[in-house]
């Protein structure tokens, strides 16, 4: 695709943009200590470290690199399968502090 913009930026301004583009993923984990739910997935998730994918992309025109935050996922394990399979989920990065919050705050049994 960027090579079919690189030939028409002439004739397709939005392809400029587009080849231009830098995005960068950032990886981390994340530890629950509880059984939690995030808003957007439909089933509890038990207790565990959880790697985390951050999608951002780089703001154009700035003297200095600045990026913003356009995706975050979650690896999961895969909903009614047992054994190593898992998915990736797309979540609000925001749902996301929230449920770390809350499990941060629970009671320890």
Same mark, same amino acid.
């Given at each position: 695709m960027v090579r079919s913009?690189? +030939?028409l930026l002439r004739r397709r301004p939005d392809c400029e943009r587009q080849a231009s583009m830098t995005i960068r993923s950032r @990886?981390?984990?994340v530890i629950? +200590?509880?059984?939690?739910?995030?808003?957007?997935?439909d089933r509890h998730l038990p207790?565990?470290?959880y790697e985390v994918i951050t999608d951002?992309?780089?703001?154009?025109?700035?003297?200095?690199?600045s990026f913003? @935050? %356009?995706a975050t996922m979650i690896v999961v394990p895969a909903a009614g399968l047992r054994g190593s399979a898992v998915e990736m989920i797309s979540i609000g990065? %925001?749902?996301l502090s929230d449920a770390l919050l809350?499990?941060?705050?629970a009671p320890n049994d």
């Open positions: 913009c690189i +030939k @990886r981390e984990t629950f +200590k509880h059984p939690f739910q995030i808003r957007g997935i207790a565990g470290a951002e992309e780089m703001i154009e025109g700035l003297s200095f690199p913003r @935050r %356009v990065s %925001v749902d809350i499990d941060a705050n």
